[in-house]
């Protein structure tokens, strides 16, 4: 593809004026998604040493930046997960208290396992979270 039909159609795309059609001249489709819109992103500019990546929506990511918006949402998906598994535990805990009351020790069993695992889960995700970010650090 020529470069100046690719910048109309990446201007066009900016100005939200495209369709999905536009954006697959740009370029080959990669199987990844926009962090911004969650659409499909075709990477273009295949030929240079520079990588680029467009949605059919406009939103436009150079693959340095892509992969930062990539670990930015990993992160928070990680936070998100560590959140829920220490809630589980809050609430797993406070029904195995009501279930020591009614002297249910099945139910009990059900919900230390669930306790046990949650926290399990909590440890691994925090471990990941904190190395993570080192990770981030050290590469960026
Ligand atoms: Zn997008």
Not at 2 to 25: G, Y
Not at 39 to 47: A, F, I, N, P
Not at 76 to 85: H, I, P, T
Not at 104 to 127: K, Y
Request: glycine share 6%; with cysteine.
């Amino acid at each position: 593809m020529d470069s100046p039909n690719q910048i109309r159609i990446e201007s066009e795309m900016a100005a939200m004026d495209s369709s999905e059609n536009a954006v697959q001249k740009l370029g080959k489709l990669s199987y990844m998604t926009c962090p911004e819109c969650g659409g499909s992103l075709w990477q273009v500019d295949e030929k240079s040493n520079f990588v680029r990546f467009r949605c059919h929506v406009g939103h436009g990511y150079a693959a340095q930046d892509l992969l930062t918006e990539e670990i930015q949402q990993l992160d928070k998906m990680l936070g998100g997960a560590l959140r829920a598994s220490e809630e589980i535990v809050k609430t797993a805990r406070l029904l195995a208290e009501l279930a020591r009351k009614d002297g249910s020790t099945v139910t009990l069993d059900r919900l230390d396992a669930r306790i046990n695992a949650s926290m399990e889960a909590a440890a691994t995700l925090r471990a990941l979270i904190l190395r993570g970010n080192s990770a981030f650090h050290n590469v960026l």
